[in-house]
Structures are given as C-alpha cells and as structure tokens.
C-alpha cells in the first residue's frame, strides 16, 4: 500500500448472526477504518418509538425520528436487546425511514479514510460503488448456535429452538420486504462461514481487499 491511502469503503451484508459484524470490525481495525454497524440504526429509531410510548407502525413519525439520529450516540449494548431488533425490523420495512438511515450511512462512508459498513443493503443500495462488497452467510441452525452460544457465554439465557425460528422469521422479513430486501450485489464476495468460521472468513476477506487494493 502507498502512503496515499485512497478513499476506501468495504460493504459487508448478510442475514443476521452469519458473522458480518466481527468480520466488519476485524477489517475496519486492519484497515484503519471507521466502522458503522447500520442495524444499530434501525434499532436506535425504534428504541426512540418505544422509549416516548409512540407507535411502532406510524411511517411519517418513524422517518422524522430517523432523520433527527445521532450516529455517534449508539450504543451497542442497549440496543442488542431482543425486543429491539423485533421492533426494528418493523420500522425496517418503511421506505421513508430507510430514506433518512441511507442517507446518514452514506455521509459516514463519505468521510476520510473510509469505512466499513455491515447491514442488508449496503452493496445494493447505500453503498453500490464500493471498492468490494461481502455477503457473509452461514446455515440458519448454525447462526442460531452461535447466537445462543454468546447469550449463554454472556452468563444468560437462551433456547436453542426459539432462537432458530427467530432468526428463521428475521431471514423471511429481511428478504421478502419491497424495499431493499436482503440479496447479495450481483459484484459481492461470497463467504459462508458455515464450516469455515470467522477467522477464516476474515484472512480469506483481507485478500480479497489487498487485492483490490493493487488494481
Ligand atoms: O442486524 P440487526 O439485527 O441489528 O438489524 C436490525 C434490523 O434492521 C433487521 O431486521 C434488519 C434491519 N436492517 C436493515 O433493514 N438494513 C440494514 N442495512 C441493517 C439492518
């Protein structure tokens, strides 16, 4: 790599819990990147409906919370809660929201150096001219082993089946809505990390990157 560093964006998508938010974060320490976690988006915008007791399924309400997000106050922690992420995929299906979360998540790609940004449609719509996109998948039984491993390493609780068939209905709302569904970029680097797991998925992702790099 030159001391020039160009204006780098990688576009990590994929279903939830396939590994795209380590893989993302692997390759934004790497790279030097910021790193933007767009689910977290959605979540925050929820999380405010919830919060002041408004309705989940008011799209003008939710878009006017969406735009008026703070992208540097979210907070991982509180907003992985179950009931969240149900929440937003609820508000994830409306257009206007989606208009303001994309155009918040281009700015933060805008800025130098660069960034890595993980979600559904980063590749496809916020990000189409990326420098190289991933779409990171693996089995819905072992997404949902993984899910329900880290619930329980984190000294929780978790059933193995009710987390399946919650990632199962999460993979048929993200990818059957009308509005940026779920699907891989027809130029995305495929990785399933079914049987090669995460390390593996990030060496075989940092040289496709250094690759691209080179061109
Ligand atoms: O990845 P996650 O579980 O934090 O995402 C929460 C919800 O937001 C999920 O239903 C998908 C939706 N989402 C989206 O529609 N587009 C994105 N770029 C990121 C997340």
Not at 32 to 37: M, W
Not at 66 to 74: E, K, N, T
Not at 112 to 140: M, N, Q, W
Request: net charge negative.
């Amino acid at each position: 790599m030159t001391s020039e560093m160009p204006h780098i964006v990688i576009a990590v998508d994929g279903p939830a819990a396939a590994g795209k938010g380590t893989l993302s974060r692997r390759l934004s320490e790497h790279y030097g990147l910021r790193h933007l976690d767009t689910g977290l988006t959605y979540r925050a915008t929820a999380k405010a409906l919830l919060d002041r007791g408004l309705p989940l399924d008011d799209e003008d309400l939710a878009a006017e919370i969406a735009r008026g997000l703070d992208l540097s106050g979210l907070d991982r922690s509180v907003l992985s809660a179950h009931d969240i992420g149900e929440a937003a995929s609820r508000v994830a299906v409306m257009p206007k929201v989606r208009r303001a979360l994309v155009e918040a998540q281009r700015e933060f790609a805008g800025i130098e150096p660069g960034a890595v940004l993980d979600g559904r449609d980063i590749g496809t719509v916020v990000c189409p001219d990326a420098l190289i996109k991933f779409y990171v998948t693996a089995s819905p039984e072992v997404r949902a082993r993984r899910r329900h491993d880290e619930i329980v390493g984190n000294g929780g609780e978790a059933d193995l089946a009710s987390i399946l068939s919650d990632i199962e209905k999460r993979d048929a709302r993200d990818t059957g809505r009308a509005d940026s569904p779920l699907r891989p970029a027809p130029d995305a680097h495929l990785l399933d990390t079914t049987e090669m797991g995460i390390e593996a998925a990030f060496e075989a992702a940092r040289h496709l990157v250094d690759a691209a790099l080179e061109r």
